[in-house]
Structures are given as C-alpha cells and as structure tokens.
C-alpha cells in the first residue's frame, strides 16, 4: 500500500486490487448474468397451469431459502473456510436449479425452490469475508464498489438474455442458471487464492466470550447495524413493489416503468465506483446515515410525482442514495468483525437484507393498499429510524480468536 493511496487515481486504484477480489467480482458477473430462476420463476410457473398464488409462494420460498443459506454460510465459512463455501454453495444451488423444471408437483416444486434458495446464497458471507481477509483496509471500499458493479453488469445484461431463452424454452433458462452457477465454482476452485483471516495477537488478561452468532449478536453496534439495514431495504425495495403500482394508478405504461429501471441500473454502473474516493475519508456511519435518508427522500417523492418527468427526477434521487450509501454499509460489517467472526458478520448483514426483500414487498404492499399517500410518508418517517440506528452503531474493540470457547454456530 503506498502512502499516498488517497491521491491515486481511481483506475490506479483498482488496478491495485489483489487477485481474490478479481476472481469474485468476475464470478458474480457470471452468476448475475445467468439469475434467471428469479427473474422468470413466477411466469414459468403460471405457464404450467399454476396459480399466481402459488407461484408467488414459490418465490417466497427462494427467499426463506436464502435467509436460511446466509446464517449457515456465515458459519461455514468462518469453520470450513472461504472456497469450501462458495463452491458448495454453486454446485449446490447448480443441482437443484436444473431439478426444479423436473418436477410436476407444485409442492414439490416449492421444496426445491428452498433449497435453490439456500444453495444461492450460501456463498455470499464467504465472498464479503474474502473480500475483508484479502483487501487492505484503505481498499476495502473501491473492492466493494467493484464487487456491486459487477453484479449490476450482470443483472442489467442478464433479463434480455433471459427474455431470448424463455421466447425459446423455459428449460433453457433453468440450464443456463445452473451452467452459471457452475462456472463461478469452477473459477473459485481453480482461481481464488487461499485466502485466511488475518491473524490476531492475543490480550493478556482478556476476558473469554461466546464464538458463533451468539458472539455477533450480542456485539450491540451490530444489533443497531443489522436493524438498520433491514428499514433501509425495506423502503429500497419498494422500488420494485410501490413504484410499478404507483406507476399503473397514474396511468403510465410498464414499459415507462422498464425505463427507469434502466435509469436506475445505468446510474449505478456509471457513478458508483467513482464516488467512492468522495466518502472513503468520511464517517462510514455518517456516510450509511446520508444516503439512507437521501433514499428515503426520494422515494416518498414518488408519492408527490404522477408524470413523468417528476418520477424521472425521483429515481435520480433514490439512486444517487443508493449509490452512497449501499457500498460502504456492504463494508461495513468487516470493520465491526473480529477476524475469526468475519463469515458470521457478513452473515448478519445477507440476513438482513433477505428479511427486508422477503417481508417488505407484502407488507409494503398491504400499506399501499390501505393508503397511498401514508405509505410513501411512512418509507421517509422509516428512513430516518434507518438513519438514526446506523449512527448509533459505533465499533467495539474486537476479542482475539485465541480468547474464545465453543465455536458454535
């Protein structure tokens, strides 16, 4: 690391980045770019003759999958090792894509959809863990950033490419998913270094704690952090729940609606990255606080837009939020972490985020309903509770490795 990192130019910056980082963010590419098992699942099965109910069920069950795959990762991860979990969780999650168009039964078509679920996000504490283990802390930010770029690629490009496949057969989307999924496993086996925790010195006299998500979660700055992240997903993933109802009631096509997803997509490939050398020097908490509350603006704005140019300026708004706010808080559990918990912490932060994206579009949903106008009230008065908690999540000294008993879960 040189002395002047702060100077660099951003490209010097991410050319400096270690080989691990490359592999995962090249991996999440390939992983993003072949997702079609969310983006399609709901119409495949409608297709076979199933309810939307059902189907809704089905996805449902994707989610509660990945809950479960990010709190079992964390330990795997932390217990078994970084490469273990990722490959594990690709092959894992390639069988049981490629099962799921094998089934007739709707029930069992549910049960497999779990296990997609779990499998798919089983890798995500390991490559957030990976990317803390081999990344320099001055660089953990631009990793980051370049990590979320990626997989905005490859979920801007992914959908069209689906959209040809399904126009062909719905099984090749299924083989594509899981052909995807093979290929990250492959590239973390063969290419991704042996990457371990740093090591840490032990404290003389230091008392002995808890280890597994006992250890973490009674960490209080985590508890504020992971309360935090779940508000501000909540009111990010209206977005794609709200927003196309709002849309409908004032009268706009889908395909306006397509248009600002594109926006949104197109805003974050292109300033993402760069506007990263502008916060790295600040407060994270701070930081995570802004964009959270800038987010939260702009979303409630959508309540007051009804055309299109003021909706156009509202997703400028909440994506600019995003921007801000998403990579650092993505960072921010592996400066909280102790070493040996960091699989655990990056846990935390995917269980987070899936209890948001699993509840916050029926119960964002059901707000609307009752009132439209209360519920983008609601998503800012929610934002600025996100905002509050993110501030009082301070850092803690971490407890060395050497000074803990059981390794729990």
Request: glycine share 10%.
């Given at each position: 690391m040189t002395?002047?990192?702060?100077?660099?130019?951003?490209?010097?910056?991410?050319?400096?980045?270690?080989?691990?980082?490359?592999?995962?963010?090249?991996?999440?590419?390939?992983?993003?770019?072949g997702n079609f098992l969310n983006v399609f699942l709901v119409l495949y099965l409608t297709s076979k003759g199933h309810s939307a109910f059902l189907a809704g069920v089905a996805l449902g069950a994707t989610?509660?999958?990945?809950?479960?795959?990010?709190?079992?990762?964390?330990?795997?991860?932390?217990?078994?090792?970084?490469?273990?979990?990722?490959?594990?969780s690709m092959f894992g999650a390639a069988l049981f894509t490629v099962l799921l168009p094998a089934s007739s039964n709707v029930h069992l078509t549910i049960a497999l959809a779990v296990l997609v679920g779990f499998f798919a996000q089983l890798y995500r504490p390991a490559a957030g863990a990976?990317?803390?283990?081999?990344?320099?802390a001055a660089q953990r930010l631009t990793a980051f950033a370049?990590?979320?770029l990626a997989i905005n690629l490859g979920m801007a490009i992914g959908p069209a490419i689906g959209g040809v496949l399904s126009a062909l057969s719905y099984w090749y989307l299924f083989a594509?998913?899981?052909?995807?999924?093979?290929?990250?496993?492959?590239?973390?086996?063969?290419?991704?270094?042996?990457?371990?925790?740093?090591?840490?010195?032990p404290v003389a006299d230091a008392p002995a704690t808890k280890a597994g998500y006992r250890?973490?979660?009674?960490?209080?700055?985590?508890?504020?952090?992971?309360?935090?992240?779940?508000?501000?997903?909540?009111?990010?993933?209206?977005?794609?729940?709200?927003?196309?109802?709002?849309?409908?009631d004032a009268h706009l096509s889908n395909s306006f609606y397509g248009l600002l997803l594109g926006l949104n997509a197109a805003l974050c490939i292109l300033f993402e990255l760069p506007l990263t050398k502008f916060v790295e020097r600040r407060s994270a908490r701070h930081v995570i606080a802004f964009g959270i509350l800038?987010?939260?603006?702009?979303?409630?704005?959508?309540?007051?837009?009804?055309?299109?140019?003021?909706?156009?300026?509202?997703?400028?708004?909440?994506?600019f939020g995003e921007i801000i706010y998403t990579p650092v808080a993505t960072t921010y559990p592996g400066t909280l972490a102790p070493a040996h918990l960091r699989g655990r912490y990056q846990g935390a932060e995917g269980m987070a985020v899936t209890i948001a994206q699993t509840a916050g579009p029926a119960a964002g949903g059901l707000l609307y309903a009752a009132t439209p106008a209360g519920h983008w009230t609601v998503c800012v008065a929610i934002s600025i509770v996100a905002a509050l908690l993110i501030l009082g999540a301070r850092a803690r000294p971490a407890v060395p490795a050497e000074l803990t008993h059981s390794p729990g879960l």
């Open positions: 002395a002047n990192y702060d100077d660099l130019p951003l490209l010097r910056r991410v050319a400096m980045l270690p080989r691990a980082v490359w592999v995962i963010c090249g991996g999440m590419f390939i992983n993003k770019l989610g509660l999958g990945g809950f479960i795959g990010n709190v079992v990762g964390g330990s795997i991860a932390d217990r078994f090792g970084r490469r273990s979990a990722m490959a594990v990976v990317l803390v283990d081999a990344v320099p370049l990590l979320r594509g998913d899981a052909i995807a999924c093979v290929l990250f496993g492959v590239l973390v086996l063969v290419m991704l270094p042996d990457v371990k925790p740093e090591p840490v010195a250890a973490v979660f009674a960490d209080p700055a985590l508890r504020l952090y992971v309360l935090s992240m779940i508000a501000a997903t909540f009111v990010y993933v209206q977005t794609t729940m709200t927003l196309p109802l709002h849309i409908k800038v987010t939260g603006i702009g979303v409630a704005g959508t309540g007051l837009a009804s055309t299109e140019l003021p909706l156009v300026l509202t997703v400028v708004v909440w994506t």
